[in-house]
């Protein structure tokens, strides 16, 4: 049943003439009739049943705005009215009257109020549409008649002309929007359902509320056809061999084992098997202990082979020549004595970096940095070395650039076993004094080999 009912009305001059395009404004009770129109509006519809649609685009052109449904409802037609709200920005939302509907595409302008649509704006997001919407407010039509629908409820209906064939404004107090009802002499209204449900409030004999539940029932019930013979109303019983799938079988026990490498997994612990009724059958895996040091891997030369656990080989490391770049920020170049930065990261015990290039492009920023001394450096572990000057990062400010490429001139580590440099990264820093002022950047990258330490 529809939420909106039916109100109707007409305007005659005493003389019993109609009087066409008279104002009607519908107000909410206590109304204010001082205005005109007074306040407050309500919301009224042309028909009793308002559709709804979603908006997915909207336009501006010429005091007439397009709007993009997401699907178009029937009564969205040439002549009806629809309510827009939720769209950004708010001067698409309101009560417009459809031109043309093709497609999806609906095109709508206020002539009711013969004021063309400012332009709203670039359409951001949103748009809910109520159809059937109706202006508050409205004008008789040629014939002095006038409707509208609404919720149920009380209103005021003021009426008013501008054009002075009205010697004053007519306000209708109370007017009452009910809903439709119908008359007979039913008396007593019953309802009757199969023994499987449960029936209350019955019978009506004035007003109520018939509710059917389902009835209860036995347990390991099923609710089915009979168990044979021809078909027959289904009902509640137990199964029978007849109703499970062919191939259902009767099995009495399930026992269960596994084996797993002794290498990944310590030896599994079984519990509940053989199941010869109902259970649970618990499995217990645990990783085995290993060496410090050792990895999951196949084998270290040869064929393929099931993996063991067993200690890196220098076959196991990438071979050939890599690079890495890194960008070393304003803020990170002006800390470069106490913050070193990492430029690759440690190679793994048993192998050490070697560069064989690198190359520093340096970017100058919005102040050119100044230097008190110390080399800019680069080391692995205890084996360092320095930049001849420091000049690449003394640039003037953008948006100049300037770039230096050298090939790593070799450093001599620490002695020790294993020396200083095995597993250890390569960083960037300053010896002492650190750069003041600059802005610039920089981006260094370095070629290099891993290579083994035994």
């Given at each position: 049943m529809s939420s909106q009912f039916r109100y109707d009305g007409r305007v005659q001059a005493t003389s019993g003439f109609a009087i066409p395009g008279v104002s009607i404004a519908v107000l909410t009770q206590p109304s204010n009739v001082t205005s005109q129109p007074g306040s407050p509006l309500a919301s009224i519809f042309s028909a009793a049943t308002s559709n709804a649609a979603t908006i997915t685009a909207a336009s501006w052109l010429a005091g007439i705005i397009s709007f993009t449904f997401n699907a178009v409802p029937a009564d969205v037609v040439a002549g009806s009215f629809i309510g827009v709200t939720g769209i950004n920005p708010v001067g698409y939302n309101g009560i417009f009257q459809v031109v043309t509907v093709i497609g999806n595409i609906v095109t709508v302008t206020t002539s009711f109020t013969l004021v063309a649509i400012a332009n709203p704006g670039t359409y951001v997001s949103g748009g809910t549409v109520a159809t059937s919407a109706l202006p508050n407010p409205f004008f008789t039509d040629t014939l002095g008649n006038f409707r509208f629908y609404a919720a149920a409820g009380i209103f005021t209906v003021q009426i008013y002309d501008t054009q002075g064939r009205l010697p004053s404004q007519l306000v209708l107090l109370d007017q009452n929007v009910v809903a439709g009802g119908g008359s007979g002499s039913v008396t007593s209204v019953a309802l009757t359902m199969p023994a499987e449900f449960t029936v209350t409030g019955s019978p009506i004999v004035g007003a109520g509320t018939l509710a059917v539940t389902k009835a209860v029932q036995a347990a390991n019930l099923v609710f089915a056809g009979p168990t044979s013979g021809g078909s027959v109303v289904p009902a509640f019983r137990g199964l029978v061999a007849a109703?499970?799938?062919?191939?259902?079988?009767?099995?009495?026990?399930?026992?269960?084992?596994?084996?797993?490498?002794?290498?990944?997994?310590?030896?599994?612990?079984?519990?509940?098997?053989?199941?010869?009724?109902?259970?649970?059958?618990?499995?217990?895996?645990?990783?085995?202990?290993?060496?410090?040091?050792?990895?999951?891997?196949?084998?270290?030369?040869?064929?393929?082979?099931?993996?063991t656990f067993r200690a890196l080989v220098p076959a196991d490391m990438p071979t050939g020549l890599q690079f890495v770049s890194t960008?070393?920020?304003?803020?990170?170049?002006?800390?470069?004595?106490?913050?070193?930065?990492?430029?690759?990261?440690?190679?793994?015990?048993?192998f050490v970096i070697m560069p064989v290039m690198i190359t520093i492009e340096f970017f100058g920023g919005g102040v050119a940095?100044?230097?008190?001394?110390?080399?800019?450096?680069?080391?692995?572990?205890?084996?360092?070395?320095?930049?001849?000057?420091?000049?690449?990062?003394?640039?003037?400010?953008?948006?100049?650039?300037?770039?230096?490429?050298?090939?790593?001139?070799?450093?001599?580590?620490?002695?020790?076993?294993?020396?200083?440099?095995?597993?250890?990264?390569?960083?960037?820093?300053?010896?002492?004094?650190?750069?003041?002022?600059?802005?610039?950047?920089?981006?260094?990258?370095?070629?290099?080999?891993?290579l083994p330490t035994t």
């Open positions: 109703d499970l799938p062919a191939g259902t079988g009767t099995v009495t026990s399930v026992a269960y084992t596994l084996a797993v490498p002794a290498a990944l997994f310590n030896a599994a612990g079984i519990a509940g098997s053989p199941i010869t009724t109902n259970g649970t059958i618990a499995v217990t895996l645990t990783l085995a202990n290993q060496t410090a040091n050792t990895v999951f891997a196949g084998a270290a030369s040869g064929g393929a082979a099931p993996p960008t070393l920020s304003s803020a990170q170049i002006l800390a470069l004595l106490g913050t070193p930065i990492t430029l690759v990261p440690a190679p793994g015990v048993g940095y100044t230097d008190a001394g110390g080399a800019v450096s680069f080391s692995i572990g205890s084996a360092t070395n320095p930049l001849a000057n420091n000049n690449i990062f003394l640039v003037t400010v953008s948006p100049n650039k300037r770039f230096q490429t050298f090939p790593w001139p070799g450093a001599t580590d620490t002695a020790a076993n294993p020396p200083t440099d095995e597993n250890a990264v390569l960083t960037i820093s300053k010896a002492t004094n650190n750069f003041a002022a600059g802005t610039g950047t920089a981006k260094i990258i370095v070629h290099y080999l891993v």
